[in-house]
């Protein structure tokens, strides 16, 4: 009897509220932020565009927001958490997988929607892995039309660590037992702002092959590490 009384009433707030809506495609790419071609994780959003990091979310107080991601990650699971916003009586849209929710299979897709209730700037992530320190996190913006301060010019920033390989690998070279090259402090090697930083090709200690190329290019190249430094803000 709860159960349907509280899913009546979000079925009535749905009905009532304004809905902004996304439609996300979750999938592997080959892209150098700082310069350095390497794995990350990104999002097409409804248009097909690229984005990395995740396009930013936006919406009004009391909004409906509507997610359906599609995880082409071939062979990871996946979940996107909302961090910063009360899920209040519908947990399983809160994205901690194994917790609220099934992981998203690879080559499935869930649907989530959930009310805009907190006014601020929160950000969403992945919850599983280590994906979120590849790419895959994003701002979500919810805004007052009754604030004062509505209309002031804004400058929005997301700084993160970044490595040059793919974080679960960084991981397990972390994780070892201790050697000379090989230790548990996560150092990092570059910090991307807004996704984009320029990281200084001499101080990579392997033998790099150092062109000015193409995403398209790069793919041909497989696994092979790029730097194109001279590349301004991985343009």
């Not at 959003?45 to 107080?61: E, H, M, S």
């Not at 430094?229 to 343009?235: A, D, E, I, T």
């Amino acid at each position: 009897m709860i159960t349907t009384f509280i899913l009546f009433n979000f079925a009535v707030i749905l009905s009532e509220a304004t809905t902004v809506q996304y439609n996300w495609t979750i999938h592997y790419a080959k892209y150098n932020p700082d310069g350095v071609y390497h794995v990350v994780i990104a999002i097409d959003d409804d248009d097909g565009i690229f984005n990395f990091l995740g396009p930013t979310i936006r919406a009004c107080k009391n909004n409906i927001i509507q997610v359906i991601v599609h995880n082409n990650l071939p062979n990871e699971s996946t979940s996107i958490h909302w961090h910063g916003i009360h899920q209040l009586n519908i947990p399983w849209m809160d994205g901690v997988s194994h917790i609220t929710q099934y992981p998203i299979m690879p080559m499935q897709s869930f649907h989530y929607t959930f009310v805009a209730s907190s006014v601020g700037t929160h950000w969403f992530h992945s919850h599983i892995g280590t994906q979120y320190a590849d790419g895959l996190f994003g701002v979500l913006i919810v805004e007052d039309l009754e604030d004062p301060y509505e209309g002031l010019p804004e400058f929005l920033l997301t700084m993160t660590e970044w490595w040059h390989r793919y974080a679960i690998d960084q991981f397990d070279i972390l994780t070892t037992h201790p050697t000379n090259h090989h230790h548990g402090c996560a150092v990092f090697l570059s910090g991307i702002m807004n996704g984009k930083d320029r990281y200084d090709c001499s101080l990579i200690e392997q033998p790099l092959l150092m062109l000015n190329i193409t995403g398209e290019e790069q793919n041909q190249l497989d696994d092979n590490l790029i730097c194109a430094s001279h590349r301004p803000y991985g343009c």
